[in-house]
Structures are given as C-alpha cells and as structure tokens.
Nanobody, 115 residues
Framework: QVQLVESGGGLVQAGGSLRLSCAAS????????MGWYRQAPGKQREAVAA???????NYVDSVKGRFTISRDNAKNTVYLQMNNLKPEDTAVYYC?????????WGQGTQVTVSS
C-alpha cells in the first residue's frame, strides 16, 4: 500500500517561511507526478504545485514566485518550500502522488500563518 507522510507544518508569522516534506514509500517514486494540495476551512481542496518525473513544475497563480516544489528521487521525498507566507496560505496541506490517473494522498499537515 502506498504511504505518503507529510511533515514540516506549523505556525508562522506573515512573511515567514516553512518547508514541507513528503516521504513516500511503496511506490516507484521516480515515475509519476508528485504534488501538493491544500484545503482551508470551508473551502474546496485546491492544487498548489506539482512536479513531474521529468522535473517539470507548475503552480497555482497565488503562490507563483513564493513557493518552490522539488523532489529527491534518491530519498523518495518531495518538498514544498514556502516563502513570504500570507494569512491566506493557512490550510491543511496534502501530499499527492498521481500515476496513470490514480491518486494517493497523505494525511495532511497544518500550516497556519498569523497576521
């Protein structure tokens, strides 16, 4: 069974930084697309960033220039570096693994940005 375990969430002031990590197991990590989603209270889950097996990345407009997604295939880990955080970034962040249109999810990690 695929396992995705997120870490790195927490409470930070506006303008601060956090780095989320997602360790994957029981998958062929070097293939498939890894991504980060988030869900704020009362809102739908939204895609934040994704990185393909070839290293191509894409971001939702609201985080472009502030967030960076990366992956380390040797460590089976994907990262989300979040800089210049804003209160509207507050949400539960979920790691996602997508291969052949099958999606796997982590348990989520809370990110709270205070103003």
């Amino acid at each position: 069974q695929v396992q995705l375990v997120e870490s790195g969430g927490g409470l930070v002031q506006a303008g601060g930084s956090l780095r989320l990590s997602c360790a994957a197991s029981r998958i062929i990590f070097s293939i498939g697309t890894m991504g980060w989603y988030r869900q704020a209270p009362g809102k739908q889950r939204e895609a934040v960033a994704a990185i393909t097996s070839g290293g191509s990345t894409n971001y939702v407009d609201s985080v472009k220039g502030r967030f960076t997604i990366s992956r380390d295939n040797a460590k089976n880990t994907v990262y989300l570096q979040m800089n210049n955080l804003k209160p509207e970034d507050t949400a539960v962040y979920y790691c996602n693994y997508n291969i052949a249109a099958v999606y796997y999810w982590g348990q989520g990690t809370q990110v709270t940005v205070s103003s």
